[in-house]
């Protein structure tokens, strides 16, 4: 889920998280389409950036995550159990760069 | 430094609170939480002194991955909603998390991670009280900070042993220290009097087939460190991810959608919880 700067956010982007004051009181439910009014609400909450729903990008590329998941797993390549567990963190870590 | 004996450093374990480099807000809140007739009004009381601890306990429990968000609003509701023994546990993460920090970079990233998959997996297996489990799993590794705050240098030596002679973090400490992390947070674990299934889940995590009252619950916060390390998230010491139980691995019965799934939920939690914890 990615965190977009205020100046950023556009009509039509859903909270992906609550937006809570210092306290953690909601002061905008998670889900929360935003519109004109809403933007400038939340500009003039003074906070930075804002979760928005979908999905966010690593900062590292590709490779390298899956360069050290194999280094990870070096130990463990006739356990099948754990070649399970690799593939699976193997797909996760593909979907999250589709 | 020649091995230890298991018995002196137990001893000097449960006596952490006269130990010089143990930070007093620790010290403070051991000896509050080790009083098993501890109340409500007192751990409100204790808590209600010091506002960064009061802050911190609120942002965590009204925190989005805790399933109350916004919604609580003193330690006391904190308390009644959650259980006096999870508050508990959440003060003494809480307090731990800016040690842990400075004791091993990573570890606090790590145990949120065990923290919040320990959660899902609680939830996906049924368990009535999953808060139980979040803590166990907030709480798997604080050994780790206990050893380092009591022997910097020779903890030290026992993480650069473990990535040089590429053995398991768990295994360095049993050479240097005859007794290892999941030990030392089992004895603390029961001094602070925490309930047995949440000591069995804690000081087992590395063998969770020995747990008898919690089997389940022990196979959860294993499989989630586990897999928090094959996800790399953080770092705990260990550059290896260990093997995962077989009878752990049979208990839970997951199929490769289910790991893919918590994945998914872990990734979404941790980048939130980074981002409330970090100040």
């Known amino acids: ?98 | 430094m020649s091995k230890m004996d298991p018995k002196a450093l137990r001893i000097r374990v449960e006596n952490i609170s006269n130990i010089p480099t143990i930070p007093s807000v620790l010290k403070q809140l051991s000896t509050i939480i080790e009083n098993p007739k501890i109340s409500l009004n007192e751990i409100s009381h204790f808590v209600s002194k010091d506002p960064a601890l009061t802050t911190k306990i609120l942002q965590m429990v009204n925190s989005a991955l805790y399933g109350f968000p916004g919604r609580i609003s003193s330690v006391n509701h904190a308390v009644m909603l959650l259980g006096l023994n999870v508050v508990k546990g959440l003060l003494l993460s809480v307090s731990v998390f800016e040690i842990m920090h400075k004791a091993m970079i990573g570890l606090r990233e790590h145990s949120i991670g065990v923290a919040i998959a320990s959660k899902v997996l609680a939830q996906k297996k049924g368990l009535k009280e999953p808060e139980e489990v979040f803590v166990a799993g907030l709480l798997h590794d604080v050994g780790k900070v206990i050893l380092t705050l009591m022997y910097p240098e020779e903890y030290d030596k026992t993480v650069k042993e473990a990535e040089s002679a590429g053995i398991s973090i768990f295994d360095a400490e049993r050479n240097h220290f005859s007794e290892t992390h999941a030990a030392v947070a089992g004895w603390l674990s029961e001094k602070w009097h925490f309930p047995k299934k949440l000591c069995e889940c804690i000081e087992n995590h590395h063998r969770p087939q020995v747990s008898t009252l919690a089997p389940l619950e022990t196979a959860i916060v294993h499989m989630a460190d586990v897999l928090v390390k094959a996800r790399g998230l953080g770092f705990s010491g260990d550059n290896l991810v260990p093997e995962v139980n077989p009878k752990a691995w049979e208990t839970l019965g997951l199929a490769e959608a289910d790991l893919r799934e918590i994945l998914k939920e872990l990734e979404d939690s941790v980048e939130q919880a980074e981002e409330e914890f970090k100040s």
């Open chain 1, 1 to 98: 889920m990615p965190k977009i700067p205020v100046e950023q956010l556009k009509t039509g982007m859903k909270l992906g998280r609550p937006l809570m004051n210092s306290s953690g009181m909601v002061l905008m439910a998670e889900g929360t389409e935003l519109t004109e009014s809403r933007i400038s609400k939340i500009e003039n909450m003074g906070v930075d950036s804002v979760f928005i729903d979908g999905p966010s990008r690593p900062a590292k590329p590709k490779e390298d995550l899956l360069d050290a998941l194999e280094r990870r797993f070096a130990k463990t390549a006739g356990n099948p159990q754990m070649s399970l567990i690799k593939k699976a963190v193997r797909e996760h870590i593909e979907a999250m760069y589709e």
